[in-house]
Structure formats: C-alpha cells, structure tokens
C-alpha cells in the first residue's frame, strides 16, 4: 500500500471522524437517565422516520444508477447510437421502479 495523497484527504478523515463522534454520543445518551426523560415520543419518532427515509432514499438512488448504467450498456451493445442508448436508459430505469 502507498501512500495516499489527495486533496480530499483531510475532509473524508474529518466526516469519519463527525460520524463516529456522533455515534458515540448518541449510544452514550442513554447512560443518563435524565437526557433519556427529555426526549419525548413525538421527536424519537420523528428522528426515526427521517433516519428511515434517508436510507430508502440512498438505496433507491444507488440502485436507480446502476439500473440506468445497465439499461444503457445494453442498449449500446444492441446498435443504438450513443444518445440513443443514454435516452432509452433513464426512460427503462425511471420505468423499472414502478
């Protein structure tokens, strides 16, 4: 392995870095009775259910690139034209979700 220079390096260490804090501080919440008693109902569910449309929205977009990445390599490999293929891929991904 070598060594890794990019100009990125410095944000990504510092989002993984957020993320595990983050996470950290959440999972020791619940060692404070108090900070527990604070938190109602209304705001646990709400947090879950944006937490829960986040994941389905990053799963469905992950898998709508690779659908139209298929859709279009197929395309191209059937004669169509570059524009063509890149057309009749979104429209064939854009239809397999419904």
Avoid: C, W
């Avoid at 938190?39 to 389905?56: D, E, I, K, P």
């Avoid at 298929?70 to 004669?79: I, M, N, Q, S």
């Amino acid at each position: 392995m070598g060594i890794v220079d990019s100009d990125n390096l410095g944000i990504a260490f510092g989002a993984v870095i957020a993320a595990g804090a983050s996470t950290a501080i959440g999972a020791a919440v619940v060692f404070f009775p108090k900070l527990v008693k604070l938190a109602s109902r209304r705001v646990l569910a709400a947090s879950l259910g944006f937490a829960a449309g986040v994941m389905t929205y990053v799963s469905f977009v992950e898998i709508f690139q690779k659908s139209v990445t298929a859709f279009t390599d197929h395309a191209v490999e059937g004669g169509y034209s570059e524009d063509a293929s890149a057309s009749r891929g979104y429209v064939f991904g854009t239809l397999s979700f419904f």
